[in-house]
């Protein structure tokens, strides 16, 4: 049994396209860190939950990337929806030229144990890795994972990332959760698009089938 650890049940049923009935929610409110980029705050979740849990974890930390505003909210979208909310995210993009976005997501696995070798990130150099993600950026794949080790006494925590582009556009649509009714991909919004739909082009979809993938063989 997987403990997918959120209080949102929308990620739930997303998951559950991918792992069937393996996965469970595990509604466990950590305390997130701050940072200017989800992998360490989905790796930080996941040491605290599977601490906290019985078994396997894993964490979903997402977030909405607006071009005009170089990222933002982007680590932040939680906070921003709650104060600010969808509506007004898209009223103060609608008077920008460039309405483009992305949403991103980062899923880290912490079973306690370690993990085979995987492509090691720290190998790469820095400036050729993010012209790698950028490419696969733009082919709008942009999945890859890495292993995370930090010190000594740190749990290891395996990294699943996905992207989907798209634009900010005056909400449409009743499905979905968060941003959703904001964000269209190809000509219509997240929130238009039944949880298949949604998955087959999402930034989680992408990162879940990664996980999956690798999860089998586990
Ligand atoms: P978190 O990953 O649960 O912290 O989510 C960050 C913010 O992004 C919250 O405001 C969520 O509602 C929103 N969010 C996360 N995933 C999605 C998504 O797939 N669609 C729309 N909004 C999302």
């Known amino acids: 049994m997987l403990n997918f650890v959120t209080t949102n049940p929308g990620k739930v049923r997303e998951a559950t396209a991918y792992l069937d009935d393996e996965v469970v929610q595990f509604d466990f409110d950590y305390p997130e860190i ?121 749990l290891p925590v395996k990294l699943f990332e996905g992207r989907v582009p798209g634009e900010i556009v005056a909400p449409r649509g009743e499905g979905g959760f968060g941003y959703d009714p904001i964000f269209e991909h190809d000509g219509t919004t997240f929130a238009e698009m039944s949880t298949d739909e949604k998955n087959a082009v999402s930034h989680r979809g992408r990162a879940l089938a990664k996980f999956s993938e690798w999860y089998a063989t586990r």
């Open 34 to 154: 701050q940072a200017d980029e989800l992998g360490p705050v989905a790796a930080h979740g996941a040491r605290e939950a599977y601490r906290a849990a019985d078994g396997p974890v894993i964490v979903d930390d997402a977030g909405l990337f607006i071009d005009a505003f170089d990222g933002f909210p982007g680590p932040y979208s939680s906070y921003v929806e709650n104060r600010v909310g969808i509506e007004r995210v898209w009223r103060l993009t609608e008077p920008e030229d460039d309405h483009s976005a992305a949403f991103k997501t980062v899923i880290a696995y912490c079973d306690g144990e370690g993990f085979a070798a995987t492509p090691d990130p720290g190998g790469i150099d820095r400036e050729e890795r993010r012209g790698q993600d950028l490419a696969a950026d733009e082919r709008g794949g942009a999945t890859m994972d890495t292993q995370v080790q930090g010190d000594e006494d740190a």
